[in-house]
């Protein structure tokens, strides 16, 4: 197995700090959203059709926290030591999670806004097949760039302790894979959390009780993966390599830090999640749980 090592590029700084920040970021999203995926699964009264799609969320961000620690490993090492396949199972891995995570988010934030402006409550089945839905379609679209169909292809991060969709090589069909992609995983998601939740504030609004701040969901989005997509969208237009390769490595690891604020805001803030937490962590009984 070929064994791929840090650029020269790199200082022995640069690469201790993007180690430790890796391994800092993907074991607190790991410990965080673990507690939360347990609580649904232990806590009787956390099981519930909305808070499936939390749950699903917090298996999504999983992955990608699993996929953080990899790159964090490879930078303690100072060689990426899985060779070219290892790679694109990894890129592979880690894009499934994110492509999950972020049409998680849209269900959610529609979820929310039934609930809360129409009354209407989730059915498992309809939960169950929207959940089935997101993990096939990820699964789809995350195994397009692999070399078996090689639309767009995966590649080393600058560092090349990571692997992702190689936004140096506009050749081919990066453009257009990349353009689909920000439309169906970004732009969509994007638009629907703005729709329900701007719905949701115009009903707190006229009923002046607000529950919680509408703008904080798409705000993590917008501030975890929009400079990298943003990025990604320039790449498509000018050449990336004009920036410094230590530039190119900050956007993915900051993007990284999703999962955290996931855990945090969609688990341990959320009303209808943290009592199972809360449950799960002290053995206390929960009189009940609201929905939120």
Same mark, same amino acid.
């Given at each position: 197995?070929?064994?791929?090592?840090?650029?020269?590029?790199?200082?022995?700084?640069?690469?201790?700090?993007?180690?430790?920040?890796?391994?800092?970021?993907?074991?607190?999203? !790991?410990?965080?959203?673990?507690?939360?995926?347990?609580?649904? &699964?232990? /806590?009787?009264?956390?099981?519930?059709?909305?808070?499936?799609?939390?749950?699903?969320?917090?298996?999504?961000?999983?992955?990608?926290?699993?996929?953080?620690?990899?790159?964090?490993?490879?930078?303690?090492?100072? /060689?990426?030591?899985?060779?070219?396949?290892?790679?694109?199972?990894?890129?592979?891995?880690?894009?499934?999670? &994110?492509?999950?995570?972020?049409?998680?988010?849209?269900?959610?934030?529609?979820?929310?806004?039934?609930?809360?402006?129409?009354?209407?409550?989730?059915?498992?089945?309809?939960?169950?097949?929207?959940?089935?839905?997101?993990?096939?379609?990820?699964?789809?679209?995350?195994?397009?760039?692999?070399?078996?169909?090689?639309?767009?292809?995966?590649?080393?991060?600058?560092?090349?302790?990571?692997?992702?969709?190689?936004?140096?090589?506009?050749?081919?069909?990066?453009?257009?894979?990349?353009?689909?992609?920000?439309?169906?995983? !970004?732009?969509?998601?994007?638009?629907?959390?703005?729709?329900?939740?701007?719905?949701?504030?115009?009903?707190? %609004?006229?009923?002046?009780?607000?529950?919680?701040?509408?703008?904080?969901?798409?705000?993590?989005?917008?501030?975890?993966?929009?400079?990298?997509?943003?990025?990604?969208?320039?790449?498509?237009?000018?050449?990336?390599?004009?920036?410094?390769?230590?530039?190119?490595?900050?956007?993915?690891?900051?993007?990284?830090?999703?999962?955290?604020?996931?855990?945090?805001?969609?688990?341990?803030?959320?009303?209808?999640?943290?009592?199972?937490?809360? %449950?799960?962590?002290?053995?206390?009984?929960?009189?009940?749980? %609201?929905?939120?």
């Amino acid at each position: 197995m070929t064994v791929i090592r840090i650029p020269e590029a790199f200082s022995d700084f640069d690469i201790f700090a993007f180690g430790t920040f890796l391994f800092a970021e993907g074991a607190l999203g !790991f410990v965080l959203n673990s507690i939360a995926a347990l609580s649904f &699964i232990l /806590v009787k009264e956390q099981r519930d059709p909305s808070n499936f799609l939390v749950f699903n969320l917090n298996i999504a961000d999983l992955l990608l926290n699993i996929n953080t620690l990899i790159g964090a490993y490879s930078s303690y090492l100072r /060689v990426w030591p899985y060779g070219i396949e290892g790679c694109n199972l990894h890129a592979f891995q880690g894009t499934v999670g &994110i492509y999950a995570c972020i049409s998680l988010l849209a269900l959610v934030a529609w979820d929310k806004y039934h609930y809360w402006c129409t009354n209407q409550e989730l059915y498992w089945a309809t939960s169950g097949t929207m959940v089935v839905c997101v993990w096939v379609t990820a699964i789809f679209w995350a195994a397009l760039p692999l070399p078996s169909f090689g639309w767009a292809e995966y590649g080393f991060e600058p560092m090349k302790t990571c692997c992702c969709l190689d936004n140096t090589k506009t050749e081919g069909g990066f453009v257009s894979y990349l353009l689909a992609i920000s439309c169906v995983y !970004f732009l969509i998601p994007l638009l629907i959390m703005h729709d329900s939740y701007s719905s949701i504030y115009a009903y707190f %609004k006229k009923t002046h009780k607000f529950k919680f701040n509408t703008c904080i969901p798409e705000m993590v989005l917008l501030l975890s993966w929009g400079p990298y997509a943003a990025f990604c969208l320039y790449a498509c237009v000018y050449d990336p390599l004009e920036f410094s390769p230590q530039f190119r490595m900050m956007l993915p690891v900051w993007a990284k830090t999703a999962p955290i604020w996931h855990a945090i805001l969609y688990s341990f803030t959320n009303v209808a999640y943290k009592g199972g937490i809360w %449950k799960l962590l002290t053995g206390q009984k929960i009189e009940k749980i %609201k929905t939120s």
